[in-house]
């Protein structure tokens, strides 16, 4: 199975770290954020890795190559024009199978693979989407579950009224087919196919135990290089 890491965004909520570095390419522990979530994949066994970029598409495939250094299969898939969330996964999936790993690129974890893809294999899912439990659950989607089956998502609720402590914890396994709901061109695969999906029955939930840790803003990335264990 092959994997894309969706890594297309400006970082705009990191500047003036970004201003000259793509957030990829941001270190954490000494490493770009990008390489902790490639090298967790060929842990796992995963080696044939897709990387879906944009801003300074340049500087990170100059730093990454064809991922030998890493003993990884790199190719890429680069956003000529903005395509948001779901263009861009539209875009990489031409290079990929019936199923592959999806992967939030400025997500720092240490999540199980092969459990994510046992799961995906358990239920034949369109979606199995990774969950993360939070304490702030206000500032998420709260997954609404009916066992493993997510049911849909409550955004930013009170914690007295949220259906659950589980979010969206940014990594998956998709099938193919998923993609089709989507239009073409620019949009949004978290509210154009994640969710109408979910309202059918269609996407399952792996509840993620581990670490976690979002880097999209100045905040969260320096929470992440600070706590990450390694």
């Given at each position: 199975?092959?994997?894309?890491?969706?890594?297309?965004?400006?970082?705009?909520?990191?500047?003036?770290?970004?201003?000259?570095?793509?957030?990829?390419?941001?270190?954490?522990?000494?490493?770009?954020?990008?390489?902790?979530?490639?090298?967790?994949?060929?842990?796992?066994?995963?080696?044939?890795?897709?990387?879906?970029?944009?801003?300074?598409?340049?500087?990170?495939?100059?730093?990454?190559?064809?991922?030998?250094?890493?003993?990884?299969?790199?190719?890429?898939?680069?956003?000529?024009?903005?395509?948001?969330?779901?263009?861009?996964?539209?875009?990489?999936?031409?290079?990929?199978?019936?199923?592959?790993?999806?992967?939030?690129?400025?997500?720092?974890m240490?999540?199980?693979?092969?459990?994510?893809?046992?799961?995906?294999?358990?239920?034949?899912?369109?979606?199995?989407?990774?969950?993360?439990?939070?304490?702030?659950?206000?500032?998420?989607?709260?997954?609404?579950?009916?066992?493993?089956?997510?049911?849909?998502?409550?955004?930013?609720?009170?914690?007295?009224?949220?259906?659950?402590?589980?979010?969206?914890a940014?990594a998956?396994?998709?099938?193919?087919?998923?993609?089709?709901?989507?239009?073409?061109?620019?949009?949004?695969?978290?509210?154009?196919?994640?969710?109408?999906?979910?309202?059918?029955?269609?996407?399952?939930?792996?509840?993620?135990?581990?670490?976690?840790?979002?880097?999209?803003?100045?905040?969260?990335?320096?929470?992440?290089?600070?706590?990450?264990?390694?």
């Open positions: 199975m092959k994997a894309i890491i969706l890594a297309g965004g400006l970082g705009t909520r990191l500047r003036p770290l970004t201003d000259v570095t793509p957030k990829p390419l941001l270190p954490i522990k000494g490493k770009p954020t990008m390489q902790w979530a490639i090298e967790n994949l060929k842990k796992h066994g995963i080696t044939d890795i897709i990387l879906a970029i944009s801003y300074h598409a340049d500087k990170i495939k100059e730093y990454f190559g064809d991922g030998s250094k890493l003993e990884v299969n790199l190719s890429y898939s680069v956003e000529d024009e903005p395509l948001g969330t779901g263009g861009a996964v539209k875009q990489a999936s031409e290079q990929a199978g019936d199923d592959f790993i999806l992967i939030w690129g400025d997500n720092l240490d999540i199980k693979v092969d459990e994510l893809i046992d799961q995906h294999s358990k239920y034949a899912s369109l979606v199995t989407m990774s969950l993360t439990p939070r304490e702030d659950v206000e500032n998420f989607g709260v997954a609404s579950l009916e066992g493993d089956k997510i049911a849909g998502f409550v955004e930013k609720p009170r914690r007295e009224e949220a259906p659950s402590n589980l979010i969206n940014g998956f396994v998709v099938n193919k087919q998923a993609l089709h709901i989507l239009p073409d061109g620019f949009c949004m695969i978290e509210k154009q196919c994640f969710e109408p999906l979910a309202k059918e029955g269609k996407v399952f939930g792996y509840k993620h135990q581990g670490q976690w840790f979002p880097t999209d803003t100045l905040e969260k990335y320096r929470l992440a290089d600070k706590s990450y264990k390694i």
